[in-house]
């Protein structure tokens, strides 16, 4: 849908979020004297006072039944995390758009997008580190943590955009990205999409909608992308793992940025330049330091086994202790707990629910403790982990069941790393 479009419209923001206060202030600042409605399952007191201030002169729909209030609005702007299937029927004959959609059908640049269930944010932070170390107008946007509408005035012949697509911004969508890059694809959000198809198949839009003389570039190790690839109209470039010895992320994932550099024909030696000075993101397999002698290493972003057994294979064997655990999405442990019974960790410190899942995978002596705080986890570490070891923080599951994100929950697995150094000074 055209931007100008709206101007008529009566438009419904469902959900106030990062992205629903984005488009917010998109539309305030687009069509200044329109009404504009709001919708969430907050009430306004809920809201931080910079919110509140913001939602003042919007016609607001608030509180738990706010859903059974959507109809009779000709545009619905919805956020990522609703489930369309939610709103469909109480939606009446209104368009259900997002974000992503508004800003795919009215952007003039160039949209390169990046998903995968794990490695996304990390790939696509490096992909604009590369361009614009190599002098290119590029912008950052999307599901990690900038959200794309506000960024529509910059849109230019001159301009790349990298976005970060989730499988909630990709859930509906028809149009797909000029450049699309397809990372992985792993049992994840099985909660929310209730089968792996049909996760799989909200992540697929992002090459699904794409036109001749566009590209899909795809990891072939997965069979499911194997054959997304030969339904696309797309060229598909398939992702060959380049024997690049640099310790930023996974080797599937610098083999991306490199093929999307071939693609807008950068030097592969300035490329490989400006990944070597590419700094990790935070919580991303993070060194934290050495402290009493262990050294801790923060990757709260695994939330799923394949990314903690990819930890487990970059650290070694000088893992002694690992914690893991957190919300159970249903998923099999069984791989992970191969790994650990391989490896050479000692210590287990394991959070509920998903903890005694894994700990039942493990099929060899080893201590294991329950712990349903960070504190006590790194206490604990602190205690069980000899000189010279590794403590690692990979988690293997969500977050939600005892912290409000991953990024919380990594935080603290710092701040009480940090005090104890205090403590003992």
């Known amino acids: 849908m055209k931007i100008q479009k709206l101007k008529n419209k009566k438009i419904l923001i469902l959900g106030f979020g990062m992205e629903g206060k984005d488009t917010f202030l998109f539309l305030r600042k687009r069509f200044p004297q329109k009404d504009i409605f709001v919708a969430d399952v907050k009430e306004l007191k809920d809201f931080d006072l910079k919110t509140r201030k913001l939602l003042k002169g919007a016609n607001l729909i608030l509180g738990k039944d706010y859903l059974s209030k959507i109809k009779g609005f000709d545009v619905i702007i919805k956020t990522p995390g609703i489930p369309l299937e939610k709103i469909k029927k109480r939606a009446g004959s209104a368009i259900i758009t997002s974000q992503t959609e508004l800003f795919l059908s009215n952007c003039s640049s160039l949209v390169i997008g990046i998903t995968g269930t794990k490695g996304k944010s990390t790939t696509a932070a490096l992909l ?16 990690i943590e900038t959200p794309a509408l506000s960024y529509l005035e910059k849109a230019k012949k001159d301009v790349i955009f990298v976005y970060e697509m989730s499988c909630h911004q990709l859930d509906n969508l028809k149009l797909s990205p000029a450049i699309a890059v397809f990372l992985n694809i792993y049992p994840e959000h099985l909660d929310y999409y209730k089968t792996f198809k049909k996760y799989f198949s909200a992540k697929a839009n992002i090459a699904l909608h794409q036109k001749k003389g566009d590209y899909f570039v795809f990891n ?148 294991s403790y329950f712990v349903s705080s960070m504190e006590e986890a790194v206490n604990l570490s602190f205690k069980k982990t000899g000189k010279g070891k590794i403590c690692l923080l990979s988690p293997a599951s969500p977050s939600y069941n005892l912290f409000n994100n991953f990024k919380e929950r990594g935080d603290l697995f710092k701040k009480y790393i940090y005090e104890k150094k205090q403590a003992r000074h």
């Open 128 to 143: 604009y580190h590369v361009l614009k170390n190599n002098g290119l107008n590029a912008y950052l946007v999307g599901n």
């Open 220 to 367: 072939s190790r997965f069979a499911l992308l194997r054959n997304l690839a030969k339904k696309v109209k797309s060229k598909p470039i398939p992702i060959k793992r380049d024997k690049i010895n640099l310790n930023i992320t996974h080797q599937d994932n610098l083999s991306a940025v490199l093929i999307v550099g071939e693609i807008l024909k950068l030097n592969r030696e300035n490329v490989l330049s400006a990944i070597k000075t590419f700094k990790r993101l935070p919580h991303r397999l993070e060194y934290v330091g050495e402290f009493q002698g262990i050294r801790f290493y923060d990757d709260s972003i695994s939330t799923i086994p394949e990314s903690a057994i990819f930890a487990l294979e970059e650290l070694g064997s000088d893992l002694q202790t690992l914690i893991a655990g957190g919300m159970d999405r249903g998923v099999s442990f069984n791989k992970l707990g191969k790994k650990i019974t391989e490896s050479k960790i000692k210590n287990l410190i394991l959070f509920p629910d998903s903890g005694e899942k894994i700990l039942k995978t493990v099929k060899r002596k080893i201590n």
